[in-house]
């Protein structure tokens, strides 16, 4: 089973921490399905985030068309640097929901068959645009159309896209991840384990 087919709706959908990645409810999104609990889902990994202009230019990449969606993201964004936002800012969604991006999205072998394009993995790592994974701050509705502001950025951080590099591409590096005062308690274990 995957959760990767996502559709878009027409009505609103309550947004919620879902707790611990294995034994919690998964997804931040009432009613969407996790595949994979393992490596998905999670207060770190509640809701996946993916920007249209990145899409757009995937679309002139790939020479093919791309809806929203096609990446497994819970949300489409319009007019916000995804990959762009730092780790722990804060965005308020409407007028309750609070999100705060945690890191970028590590591609797996079910992206990998959905997308059916040669070394889509490694593609889409070079190409570091990787959408974020949210974390739960304040819960509430989503609905489409709703407006996206950042209410809060953190004073020390590092964006998605520098982190996800790093991470992925430039080891050498790794102590920058612990500048990110919002950097998932597992990964900055990871890390520390890793410069230690």
Request: include cysteine.
């Given at each position: 089973?995957?959760?990767?087919?996502?559709?878009?709706?027409?009505?609103p959908?309550?947004v919620?921490a879902?707790?611990?990645?294995?034994t919690?409810?998964?997804?931040?999104l009432v009613g969407?399905?996790?595949?994979?609990?393992?490596?998905?889902?999670?207060?770190?990994?509640?809701?996946y985030?993916?920007?249209?202009?990145?899409?757009?230019?995937?679309?002139?990449?790939l020479?093919?068309?791309?809806?929203?969606?096609?990446?497994?993201?819970?949300?489409?964004?319009?007019?916000?640097?995804?990959?762009?936002?730092?780790?722990?800012?804060?965005?308020?969604?409407?007028?309750?929901l609070?999100?705060?991006?945690?890191?970028?999205?590590?591609?797996?072998?079910?992206?990998?068959?959905?997308?059916?394009?040669?070394?889509?993995?490694?593609?889409?790592?070079?190409?570091?645009?990787?959408g974020a994974?949210?974390?739960?701050?304040?819960?509430?509705?989503?609905?489409?159309?709703?407006s996206?502001?950042?209410?809060?950025?953190?004073?020390?951080?590092?964006?998605i896209?520098?982190?996800?590099?790093?991470y992925m591409?430039?080891k050498?590096?790794?102590?920058r991840l612990?500048?990110?005062?919002?950097l998932?308690a597992?990964?900055?274990?990871e890390?520390?384990?890793?410069?230690?």
């Amino acid at each position: 089973m995957t959760g990767i087919d996502k559709r878009p709706v027409d009505h609103p959908v309550l947004v919620r921490a879902p707790g611990p990645k294995t034994t919690g409810l998964h997804s931040g999104l009432v009613g969407d399905p996790i595949g994979n609990i393992r490596h998905h889902g999670g207060d770190d990994q509640a809701i996946y985030a993916y920007a249209r202009e990145d899409y757009d230019w995937w679309e002139k990449e790939l020479g093919r068309n791309l809806a929203g969606g096609a990446f497994g993201e819970n949300l489409t964004t319009l007019g916000v640097d995804v990959t762009g936002a730092m780790i722990g800012e804060v965005w308020r969604i409407g007028d309750v929901l609070e999100l705060q991006p945690t890191f970028g999205r590590v591609p797996c072998a079910t992206f990998q068959a959905r997308m059916a394009e040669p070394q889509w993995s490694k593609r889409f790592t070079r190409a570091n645009r990787t959408g974020a994974y949210l974390r739960v701050v304040t819960p509430g509705p989503v609905r489409a159309d709703d407006s996206i502001e950042v209410v809060h950025r953190p004073v020390k951080s590092v964006s998605i896209a520098e982190a996800f590099h790093i991470y992925m591409l430039d080891k050498s590096r790794l102590a920058r991840l612990l500048d990110a005062e919002g950097l998932p308690a597992d990964l900055r274990a990871e890390v520390e384990k890793k410069i230690s």
